[in-house]
């Protein structure tokens, strides 16, 4: 809850602003800084904090053989891009992750696009990036955000990814 309430105000009051986007520009090129200026500011700055503590753990922990630093960092700051086909403000967000707590089985069968999105983002995204030409370790960051026990050859990065996109 405390997560919640954090993400919020962060929300509502943090922007992406210079100092983000020297950041945000070292692991994106043009195309996709284009998809990533496509969300919403509130998950804009969810997805460049989860980037950024990613990178920051990974130095303070030392690098990993079996973890790609870049391509993690890149994943991490387009993981949520699926939620570029249907934009929902930080309000509508956090009614959803309200219901979401007591009502899961009866809102995932609802045909509001909006909540499609927020339960099929992972995949949404991952049909996005298809267009262009990545490696299946790198769309496999995006598809599997969300799930558990993946088996994948690079389901250290993935599990890396969704323990920090799930404490931001
Ligand atoms: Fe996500
Ligand atoms: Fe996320």
Redesign the pocket.
């Known amino acids: 809850m405390i997560i919640r309430i954090k993400q919020f105000f962060r929300g509502v009051f943090q922007r992406v602003g210079n100092d983000e986007y020297k950041f945000i520009k070292k692991y994106l090129d043009s195309y996709e800084l284009d998809l990533f200026n496509k969300l919403t500011s509130y ?1 804009k700055i ?2 460049y904090t ?1 980037a950024k503590k990613i990178s920051d753990k990974l130095i303070n922990q030392g690098y990993k053989d079996n973890i790609d630093r870049d391509r993690l960092i890149k994943a991490a700051l387009l ?2 891009i699926g939620k570029i086909e249907c934009a929902m403000n930080i309000i509508e967000k956090s009614i959803i992750v309200i219901l979401d707590k007591f009502f899961r089985n009866k809102l995932k069968k609802s045909k509001s696009k909006k909540i499609n999105i927020y339960y099929n983002h992972a995949e949404v995204g991952y049909n996005i990036l298809l267009n262009k030409e990545y490696s299946e370790e790198f769309l496999n960051i995006i598809k599997f ?1 969300h799930c558990d026990n993946v088996e994948a050859a690079n389901k250290e990065e993935i599990q890396l990814l969704k323990q920090v ?1 799930s404490q ?1």
Do not use: F, G, L, S
């Open positions: 998950e969810h997805a989860v993981h949520d955000h996109d931001t």
